[in-house]
């Protein structure tokens, strides 16, 4: 017997062996699964979850892009500290933080205007 046929003899035999000693596994039907509903309890699927999942979303985007200019902030003052008096590393630490802290402040300006856009809409809870 050569090489190849040996393979397929091995294969074959371990595949008749598993689907002999495999066990059958059927759904119980007395559980049923529960999907809970992202968008809150009482929440509708219409119009008024849809824009509350958007109101969720936009404050999730800002709230993240907040958290990553944090780091960046952070990442300037420690790029500052270890520095050693080079100016160079001293200027883009500078220019890291104070473009952080620009960021923030868009960041900032952003929500507060959608905050009032979903006030002025009646969307906001």
Do not use: H, R
């Not at 008749?16 to 699927?45: C, I, K, R």
Request: charged letters at 10%; zero cysteines; a positive charge.
């Amino acid at each position: 017997m050569n090489m190849s046929k040996k393979k397929i003899l091995v294969i074959s035999a371990f595949s008749l062996l598993s689907l002999l000693l495999s066990n059958n596994v059927f759904a119980d039907d007395s559980a049923v699964a529960q999907l809970t509903n992202p968008l809150g309890e009482n929440s509708q699927l219409g119009v008024a979850g849809v824009i509350n999942l958007i109101n969720q979303l936009i404050k999730f985007v800002l709230g993240f892009t907040g958290l990553i200019a944090l780091i960046v902030f952070i990442y300037g003052g420690i790029l500052w500290m270890i520095s050693l008096g080079d100016s160079n590393k001293v200027k883009k630490a500078k220019d890291a933080m104070i473009w952080s802290i620009y960021g923030l402040l868009v960041i900032f300006a952003s929500y507060a205007i959608v905050l009032t856009l979903f006030q002025a809409f009646g969307i906001s809870k």
